[in-house]
């Protein structure tokens, strides 16, 4: 019997009821159910023109009532600032290059590579570059910040924990600071580039295919005149640049200025971003209105990355998701269009190579000539310490990252982080005011960054997709390796909006991404050679499988396909395995494992746990040691699952002779190993596995390992068991050596398109930072078990799910 192609979400069983009691609850319910009146705060705020409101409901997220945009965005700051003031200011710390100030000087270096991928351009351009509110929207932003800053100054008994804890005070803003920092987007591909020159050095450039597929279709070549074996620690900086803070007990007093640990993966697909979105046409709608959802898959973190919020003035009704340190929504609605995002895999970095002089080694060679780096010198604020004075160098392509004196070779980062207009999602400021689809896609005509896959969708019916970022045009290479830095591998300018692909109102009644490569079958992809690198396509497979498998689609089924545990992967590889016995025992009894599996990871599945210790920690390595050179299986990490599966599916490209057998035997073998594996992990009784007792769910503060363990527990939300995988809808990417869980949907929203009220939100693991709100950890639970909260709209809605009134007065 065939299995269906959407298969009850029976992992999601023990939560089913409550995700329908959930549903259930009207916002006046809600209300009803608290019988409380909302407890009422006043602030007198110099800076604000005319009263403003902030109505907290009971899910945390706050609505903004101000009587006019710019007293809005003042607010969305204040407000900003009220709930997540240490992450904020150490998102602001960390861009500018200034945590040593208060850190001390193990962070000087850190300090430093920041600093080199500022924005440095002309300010004008940068703001022309957002639209026509852009600086004035900034500048309303900070001063919300700003007045916050001052309240908790003057009442330190206001100050957020961590700032006593630490000894310091936070920082007072400028507008330039929130698009100035560009170091925590997400450019792509210069990690990339750097390990295929480390594989093309080792074996050649044959053996990278199995680290990462191209697509479409390609052969990539080594540039003319790059050597490509490169220094080891090339990429240190970089690094530096752009991780976040770990701050503990020996960073914070070392006085050494090199002792930041690089937080780097073992395996860089383990960080991988990711996202799901999908709109849905009132033909294909359960509703018969059109639906949005978009779940974005990024770290996990105590606060949450995104930060949910309702910014209501006279021209603007914006809710939904941004960042918090930046103003604006980036994903939601605004009363008659709704939108998400994932990544759009456009290549916006190149690394260049230079020959330097080697009489004077502030020279490279560019165009047959000498010619000087630019240095800058900046002093570098230390705590306990005096200043120091860091040198920044550029090459005319961008900031040089390392030196390497023995060969006369210096590396530089050409990104599109430092052109105009590059700052990660302030462009949203303008296309969350687009009323329709016309005006949605001019506003992307010349977004910049992350680089996107935006649907759309709009309460007349209309649905569509525009993808948006700066493109380079690279005349005569495709970014696949590093580039000689002599002037023959220059940027000739960017493709423009209009030349990269969109879809209105596609016959089949949905559009779906996932970062999936989705180029058009007739795009001249050669031409224009907008990326090779993208990701793993089985969540949109998944996706697509299930939205085209059902006849109307409704917010639940969103909601369910949001949260799907599904592994095609698994799938595929379990195709592979059925026709196969053992006469080995512990082979067999793996085997038997998986009978009647039906590729759902679920916490509880002795399957998914062996399917997964299987797939992570011995499949991938078998396969690469069958198919490699020695030297080749040295020089990379984990092979492209989507590579591995296509081969294991088709033997004969890699095994050789005698292919089948060869690729059943690594099968076996390698299964057998794992099912060993997991009985020293968690018994020989196979039946009592479970999944969720290794992979788990740990949301870290950023000061958890610089304080005591009771303070930890307070700060850290977790460890959880969780469900699912890396390849499922509900991505769940973990960590390898400990299956911590690194990455995947902590926000999640299902839009019901003009019936605004209906929508539904959740944001893990809560909405504020503050440890001792109520609104800190409260949502995780619900995340975890696939549950959502309305996402409030109308006034009257609003008022009726209020927990908490902030009213805000012009003051002196």
């Known amino acids: 019997m065939q299995r269906p192609l959407f298969p009850p979400y029976s992992g999601f069983a023990p939560y089913a009821t409550a995700l329908v009691l959930l549903l259930a609850v009207t916002s006046s319910q809600a209300r009803d159910v608290l019988q409380v009146p909302a407890p009422t705060v006043t602030f007198k705020i110099a800076g604000l023109k005319k009263p403003a409101e902030i109505l907290v409901d009971q899910w945390g997220v706050p609505h903004i009532y101000a009587a006019n945009q710019d007293d809005a965005f003042f607010v969305q700051g204040f407000n900003a600032a009220r709930d997540r003031l240490f992450q904020i200011d150490l998102w602001r710390r960390r861009g500018l290059g200034q945590l040593a100030q208060v850190f001390g000087p193990t962070y000087i270096q850190q300090d430093?590579?920041?600093?080199?991928?500022?924005?440095?351009?002309d300010m004008l351009r940068e703001w022309q570059s957002y639209g026509p509110h852009a600086q004035h929207v900034a500048d309303a932003f900070v001063a919300g910040i700003n007045a916050y800053v001052d309240y908790v100054n003057a009442h330190p008994d206001k100050l957020p924990f961590e700032f006593k804890q630490l000894g310091y005070a936070p920082a007072r803003w400028q507008a330039e600071d929130v698009v100035r920092i560009r170091s925590h987007g997400l450019t792509r591909n210069l990690t990339s580039e750097v390990a295929r020159a480390n594989v093309?050095?080792?074996?050649?450039?044959?053996?990278?295919?199995?680290?990462?597929?191209?697509?479409?279709?390609?052969?990539?070549?080594?540039p003319d005149g790059l050597d490509p074996c490169l220094p080891k620690d090339l990429l240190k900086v970089f690094q530096l640049a752009t991780q976040g803070v770990k701050i503990t007990k020996d960073s914070l007093h070392s006085a050494q200025s090199d002792a930041v640990v690089i937080a780097a993966a073992e395996n860089p697909e383990e960080v991988a971003e990711g996202s799901n979105n999908w709109v849905i046409a009132p033909a294909k709608s359960a509703t018969g209105r059109a639906i949005m959802a978009n779940d974005p898959h990024r770290a996990y973190s105590t606060p949450s990355l995104r930060y949910i919020a309702h910014i209501n003035a006279p021209g603007l009704n914006v809710i939904g998701a941004g960042e918090p340190a930046l103003p604006g929504i980036s994903i939601g609605h605004n009363g008659s269009i709704a939108f998400g995002l994932t990544i759009f895999n456009i290549d916006q970095e190149d690394l260049y190579v230079y020959q330097i002089n080697p009489?004077?080694?502030?020279?490279?060679?560019?165009?047959?000539?000498?010619?000087?780096?630019?240095?800058?010198t900046e002093q570098i604020q230390v705590k306990g310490a005096t200043p120091v004075n860091a040198e920044l160098t550029f090459s005319r392509h961008g900031p040089v990252i390392f030196v390497e004196p023995g060969k006369n070779r210096a590396f530089a980062v050409r990104s599109g982080w430092l052109e105009p207009g590059m700052s990660p999602y302030f462009g949203s400021i303008e296309y969350m005011r687009a009323r329709n689809f016309a005006q949605f896609k001019h506003s992307l005509l010349h977004w910049g960054a992350p680089t996107e896959n935006q649907v759309y969708a709009d309460t007349k019916g209309n649905i569509g997709w525009v993808p948006g970022g700066l493109a380079p045009i690279r005349p005569d290479w495709d970014g696949l390796l590093p580039v000689p830095g002599d002037g023959r591998y220059e940027w000739a300018g960017f493709w423009s909006g209009e030349q990269l692909p969109s879809s209105y109102n596609p016959k089949q009644g949905w559009f779906a991404s996932a970062n999936q490569m989705n180029l058009p079958e007739n795009y001249p992809y050669r031409e224009r050679k907008l990326g090779f690198e993208w990701t793993n396509n089985s969540r949109f497979t998944r996706i697509s499988e299930v939205l085209?498998?059902?006849g109307k689609v409704s917010l639940e089924d969103s909601m369910r396909l949001q949260n799907d545990d599904l592994s095609i992967p698994a799938r595929r590889l379990m195709t592979l395995l059925k026709p196969l016995s053992s006469s080995d025992a512990q082979t067999q009894a793996a085997l038997n494992v998986f009978t009647g599996w039906d590729f759902v990871e679920r916490a509880d599945s002795p399957q998914a746990a062996l399917f997964e210790v299987w797939l992570s920690r011995h499949l991938g390595k078998a396969f690469k040691d069958a198919v490699l050179s020695p030297a080749a299986v040295k020089a990379m990490g984990e092979p492209d699952v989507a590579v591995m599966l296509d081969n294991l599916e088709q033997p004969a490209q890699r095994f050789g002779p005698d292919a089948m057998h060869k690729r059943d035997q690594l099968l076996l073998t390698s299964l057998s190993e794992a099912y060993a594996e997991l009985e020293k992990l968690q018994g020989s009784d196979a039946s009592q596995w479970q999944w969720g007792k290794l992979h788990h769910n740990l949301m870290e503060h950023p000061l958890a390992a610089?304080?005591?363990?009771?303070?930890?527990?307070?700060?850290?939300?977790?460890?959880?068991?969780?469900?699912g995988g890396a390849y499922?809808?509900?991505?769940?990417?973990?960590?390898?050596?400990?299956?911590?869980?690194?990455?995947?949907?902590?926000f999640r929203v299902v839009v019901d398109v003009g019936n605004w009220d209906n929508s539904?939100?959740?944001?893990?693991?809560g909405q504020s930072g503050d440890p001792d709100s109520p609104h800190y950890r409260d949502l995780a639970d619900k995340w975890l078990k696939g549950e959502y909260f309305p996402l409030l709209y109308s006034r009257a809605a609003v008022e009726k799910a209020t927990v908490e009134r902030i009213r805000l007065q012009p003051g002196n």
């Open 200 to 222: 093309a050095c080792k074996a050649g450039l044959k053996s990278d295919e199995i680290r990462v597929g191209l697509t479409p279709k390609w052969e990539t070549v080594i």
């Open 359 to 376: 009489e004077h080694a502030d020279q490279y060679k560019y165009q047959g000539k000498w010619e000087p780096f630019k240095v800058i």
């Open 112 to 121: 430093r590579a920041a600093r080199l991928f500022l924005y440095r351009g």
């Open 760 to 765: 539904r939100a959740v944001n893990s693991p």
């Open 728 to 746: 499922s809808p509900n991505q769940s990417t973990y960590r390898s050596s400990d299956f911590l869980q690194t990455n995947g949907p902590s």
């Open 548 to 550: 085209s498998s059902l």
């Open 706 to 723: 610089a304080v005591d363990d009771a303070t930890r527990a307070k700060l850290n939300v977790g460890p959880m068991p969780t469900h």
